[in-house]
């Protein structure tokens, strides 16, 4: 059974940063597509970011210049650098498989204030 564990989330004002990260339990990073997730009030969660095991990555074109996901094999870690937040990025962050996920995590709650 996989484990996820985020944490890093907190509240920032607009044009701030956050750098999130996702402890994974086992070694299964260079192994499968990761990505984070995110989950605003009343929509359903999408997928804003996918770092697949050779590097490769992608990102909605909501984010695209402004976050950055990179993954630390060694420790398990997949991490979510935010930059230039906006308040329309205030959401619950998951990290999880990409495409076919396991149990979902806690998440970190992200909150940008105008």
């Known amino acids: 059974q996989v484990q996820l564990v985020e944490s890093g989330g907190g509240l920032v004002q607009s044009g701030g940063s956050l750098r999130l990260s996702c402890a994974v339990s086992?070694?299964?990073?260079?192994?499968?597509?990761m990505g984070w997730y995110r989950q605003a009030p009343g929509k359903e969660r999408e997928s804003v970011a996918v770092i697949n095991p050779t590097g490769f990555t992608n990102y909605v074109d909501d984010v695209k210049g402004r976050f950055t996901i990179s993954r630390d094999n060694a420790k398990n870690t997949i991490y979510l650098q935010m930059n230039s937040l906006k308040v329309e990025d205030t959401a619950v962050y998951y990290c999880?498989?990409?495409?076919?996920?396991?149990?979902w995590g806690q998440g970190t709650q992200v909150t940008v204030s105008s």
């Open positions: 999880n498989r990409h495409l076919y996920p396991f149990t």
């Open positions: 086992g070694s299964i990073l260079s192994i499968y597509d």
